[in-house]
């Protein structure tokens, strides 16, 4: 007599009543108002050329972090090309050595089941040391379960899931997933990655270094995310415990994603408990920061549109800080409704400032993790005012100044500077600590080729002597070019 096959045992939720509604009905309709607070808040929209590959959200109860969290999945609404998530999370309960996928049948929230794709799961495990299957390390875990009523409401239980905690506090064991995940960063997968921020420090000081540590996360490298978490320790802040409780998660994440081509990662929205009026205790807090990263789609020119009416707007918040600096007006707060959606996307950009055709300051990021609008509004302020290499604009001087802004595509890696278009690209060279850039105009107006733009950049912006920058890792990116004289 043929025995029957086993059939996998389910893991049921373990926090359905204490983090979230444990009724089906009163979840969805938390859920549904999560989901309809954020939508009426101005936050950043996907554009047709980008598409999502991973999110990060918090994972505490959705009383605390509920908010934060529908920011981070409401960009999925109507896809319907996921077919596969992953979830990576930090163990909170377990230690144990390597990464452990759940192996096992489904997952169940009171919104339904969800299949374990056990075929990737088993590859995962078969092909790569570093994973391994350990069911009491999950059965407790919460980091991961919260996440899943949301991506059911609004995909169904249509896809499958690959659930991954990290038990290990090594940088290698991240840096191993990451690896092991690579070929898996395709459209018809998504990657959710699990955490909270700071734990417990007062409320400004929770403010200050979780904007740090998002800062690190959003600039895609590795060792600049390390180093955050390893500087937020030395600051002694009263009562910091930690300041990402789900770090190995992040970092598989940064690992899996640096060096690619057109990723970039956009914070959405940050609070802490503190801002929570049932909760409102502001000298303990923690921190809960919604992040989603994005791709270009294949075939994309990399280049930026920004309509006539941007630009002006991104001229008048120039303008208008620059004034508020030489109290010549009022600073008033931007209205954000009135912000369209190209501003709040998130590019790099310098502004230069003349007067009477004459440079007096040129500043920039090439990448930063604040919406365009915010960028320009700082930098021209910096610009006018800071730019060591100039006297600063006058009160006597604001009428005959005028405002050039230079808004940059993502960086992309080169192997060789025959890569390089003067007067198309800009580049950014790196060399250790050290780093320099030349705009895509430096070349236009000085008619250098690539290798003389390479050279001067190296030596007079970088610090980088003749020849050193043949070990160098240089990048090129574009730029949309205006100015309010023109």
């Not at 791709?295 to 001229?315: A, M, S, V």
Request: proline share 5%; glycine share 6%; aromatic share 10%.
């Amino acid at each position: 007599m043929q025995q029957k096959e086993k059939i996998p045992p389910e893991r049921p939720p373990v926090v359905a009543g204490r983090f979230y509604p444990s009724s089906d009905i009163e979840l969805k309709k938390e859920i549904d108002e999560l989901f309809e607070k954020v939508s009426k808040q101005k936050l950043f929209k996907i554009s047709d050329d980008e598409e999502i590959v991973a999110l990060i959200a918090p994972h505490a109860g959705y009383m605390f972090s509920g908010t934060v969290a529908a920011s981070a999945f409401l960009p999925l609404k109507g896809k319907k090309n996921i077919k596969r998530i992953f979830l990576i999370g930090s163990s909170h309960n377990t230690w144990f050595d390597r990464a452990s996928i759940y192996f096992s049948g489904k997952y169940v929230t009171p919104l339904g089941k969800i299949n374990v794709d056990r075929d990737v799961a088993k590859y995962l495990m078969d092909n790569n040391n570093i994973f391994t299957y350990l069911p009491e390390a999950h059965g407790p875990e919460h980091s991961l379960e919260v996440q899943l009523p949301f991506l059911q409401y609004l995909l169904g239980n249509t896809f499958t899931i690959v659930p991954i905690l990290l038990g290990a506090h090594s940088k290698e064991t991240p840096q191993m997933v990451g690896k092991a995940l690579e070929p898996y960063l395709t459209p018809e997968n998504l990657f959710v990655v699990s955490t909270d921020l700071s734990h417990y420090p007062a409320y400004n000081d929770a403010i200050k270094v979780d904007k740090m540590t998002i800062d690190a996360v959003c600039s895609n490298k590795p060792e600049e995310l390390l180093n955050q978490l390893k500087t937020n320790d030395q600051l002694n802040i009263f009562n910091l415990s930690t300041s990402m409780c789900g770090w190995t998660a992040v970092l598989s994440l940064v690992y899996l994603t640096t060096n690619k081509e057109s990723i970039n990662y956009r914070p959405v929205l940050y609070q802490n408990s503190g801002d929570i009026p049932l909760y409102g205790d502001k000298s303990r807090v923690v921190g809960y920061q919604s992040v989603v990263v994005t791709k270009k789609k294949p075939g994309d020119n990399r280049g930026i549109h920004l309509t006539e009416e941007e630009q002006k707007h991104l001229f008048q918040i120039a303008r208008d800080s620059i004034s508020a600096k030489l109290s010549i007006q009022d600073s008033d707060s931007l209205d954000e409704n009135e912000i369209s959606d190209s501003l709040q996307q998130h590019y790099g950009v310098f502004v230069s400032i003349y007067y009477k055709n004459d440079l007096r300051g040129c500043i920039g990021r090439i990448e930063t993790s604040d919406p365009l609008y915010q960028s320009v509004q700082s930098i021209a302020v910096s610009a006018a005012f800071n730019d060591t290499r100039f006297k600063s604009i006058t009160k006597d001087e604001i009428q005959d100044v005028s405002i050039e802004i230079s808004v940059l595509t993502p960086l992309k890696k080169i192997s060789s500077i025959e890569e390089i278009i003067p007067g198309k690209h800009g580049i950014l060279i790196r060399k250790d600590y050290r780093s320099g850039t030349y705009l895509p105009q430096v070349a236009t107006k000085t008619g250098w080729n690539a290798k003389e733009l390479v050279e001067h950049c190296a030596r007079e912006k970088a610090g980088i002597n003749d020849g050193e920058w043949k070990d160098a890792d240089i990048y090129t990116y574009e730029a949309l070019i205006f100015s309010d004289n023109e």
